[in-house]
Structures are given as C-alpha cells and as structure tokens.
C-alpha cells in the first residue's frame, strides 16, 4: 500500500507542486484548499494521471472544525497517513506594523500558526508510535522572512513564519522518539499568487536582481526540499530548518 501524505493548501503555488511531486515519488496525496476548488480538482486530476489516489478537502485551516473533518475525511479515504506538509499560509498587503489591525493579525496567525499547530496535533496523534501508529513526517512550510523580519512588507507574517519555527524544534524534539521526524523549509522569494495578495504580484521580479544567485525561485525548487524531508532520504534529519532562498 502506497504512503499517503496530506498537504495543506495543495490547489495552487508550493503546494501543488509539492502534491505532483509526492504523487511521481509514490505517494497518494491529500490536498486541502481554502476556496479555489477547480484548481484543487485539477491538481487531483493531474495526481490520478499518475496513477495514485488523491482526494481534495475544502478546509480552512483557520478553523478548527475544518482541520477535524479533513483528517477524518483521510481516516475514511485511506485509512492511514504517514506524512504532513503544513504548506497553507497568507500574508496581507504590504503595510508598516503602525498600520496593522489585530483582525489582520488574528487572520495571519490563526491561518499560519494556529492551523499549523492544529493540523500537527491530529498528525501526531495518528502516526506516534506511541499511540500505535507508524511514525512519520512533518514539515513546515516557513519562510525566510522569519529571519529577515520583511520590514515595511509583513513583519505579521514574518512573525507568524518565526512561529512555525519553534514549532519545528519544539515538536521536533517532543516525537522525536515516537517516530514522526518535524522539518521546516524556508524559501525566499518564489513565483507564486502569494505576492498578489500583498498588493505586488510583480514581486519576485523585482526583488530578483537583489537575490545572490539573481532571480526568484520555482515553485519546483521548493516542492524537491520538501519531498526530500519527507522521504527516508533524511531519516537522520530532524528539527531542521531548510533554507531554499538562492543564497537569500
Ligand atoms: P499561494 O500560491 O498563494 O497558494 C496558497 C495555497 O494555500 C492555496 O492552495 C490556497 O488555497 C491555500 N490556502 C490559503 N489560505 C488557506 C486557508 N485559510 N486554509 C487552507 N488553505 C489555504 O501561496 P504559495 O506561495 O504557494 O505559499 C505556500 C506557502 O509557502 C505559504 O505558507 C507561504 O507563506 C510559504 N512561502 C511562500 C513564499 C513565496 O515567495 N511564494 C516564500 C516563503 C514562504 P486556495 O487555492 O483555495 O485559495
């Protein structure tokens, strides 16, 4: 029976680059989408194109009856999951912390932390060893802006992504010995929707010329750390942040 691994916000960008990936290593693969579900349908289409099996979730990872019922939802569908990419993530139009309102600080952090923390919590559950699962792995999809602070951008986000961080040691260390390995990956500036949403869609093209190796990142590039940490390729590897930035 193949590996199943669930990725949050797989219909577009990382994530959906990351489900084709896993889907050509062998897993079935689970994506979740907040509300384009004609991108998520079409990513599931492209996964059984390969002949694995792929479900896709609505699930706002913002809210926690959304996380229960995806998880369930894989527990009837597969009945088991060895791997967890916590990949989901927003960030908000470009503003300065002085113009930032706590709705949009409780929107990044429930989106980016919260839903992360929520969604390991039911992995964990499911692969520990001690509860009488397999093991497994997790990764977190963060950022480098948690080191660089994104200053007169999003230090909300930069701030969520720090988060995930230390979720990423922490738990790490904490199921280390019940077999589940935590990861994080922190890209840089990679071509995606998400600077759309800051207000800039243009960008990583802006920024690329400022990136040492002088252009902004794939979605691709990304999606291969991810499934490395994944796979028993790092088995050694754990509580680990991935820089994938291009020397950022
Ligand atoms: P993207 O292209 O905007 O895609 C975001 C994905 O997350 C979509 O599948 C979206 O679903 C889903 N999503 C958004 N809000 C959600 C919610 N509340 N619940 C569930 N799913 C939700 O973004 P991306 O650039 O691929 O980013 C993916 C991750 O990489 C994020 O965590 C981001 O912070 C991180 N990252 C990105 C960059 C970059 O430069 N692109 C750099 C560093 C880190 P719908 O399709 O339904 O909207």
Same mark, same amino acid.
């Given at each position: ?44 289409? $492209? ?16 809210? &926690? ?27 908000? *139009? $470009?503003?300065?912390? &002085? ?25 964990? *559950? ?46 790490? *260390? ?75």
């Amino acid at each position: 029976m193949n590996k199943v691994v669930l990725i949050t916000g797989g219909s577009r960008g990382i994530g959906a680059a990351t489900a084709l990936l896993a889907a050509r290593k062998g897993y079935d693969v689970c994506i979740s989408f907040a509300s384009n579900e004609n991108a998520a349908r079409d990513i599931a289409g $492209q996964i059984e194109a390969l002949s694995r099996r792929s479900l896709a979730v609505k699930a706002d990872v913002s809210l &926690e009856p959304d996380i229960l019922n995806l998880f369930e939802t894989v527990d009837k569908t597969f009945g088991r999951l060895d791997a967890l990419v916590n990949n989901a993530g927003i960030l908000e *139009k $470009q503003t300065t912390v &002085e113009g930032m309102t706590l709705e949009r600080l409780a929107r990044v952090f429930s989106t980016n932390v919260f839903g992360s923390f929520l969604c390991a919590r039911e992995a964990v *559950k499911r692969m520990s060893k001690k509860h009488g699962g397999n093991g497994g792995a997790i990764v977190n999809n963060s950022s480098a802006a948690a080191r660089l602070g994104a200053p007169g951008e999003y230090v909300d986000y930069a701030a969520s992504k720090a988060a995930l961080d230390t979720l990423t040691i922490g738990l790490a *260390k904490e199921v280390a010995a019940d077999g589940i390995r935590v990861n994080a990956v922190r890209p840089g500036i990679i071509i995606t929707d998400i600077h759309a949403l800051g207000g800039e869609p243009g960008r990583p093209q802006r920024l690329a010329e400022s990136i040492p190796m002088k252009r902004s990142g794939g979605a691709d590039e990304v999606a291969a750390a991810i499934v490395w940490l994944l796979s028993d390729e790092a088995s050694y590897i754990t509580g680990t942040l991935l820089d994938v930035t291009g020397g950022r």
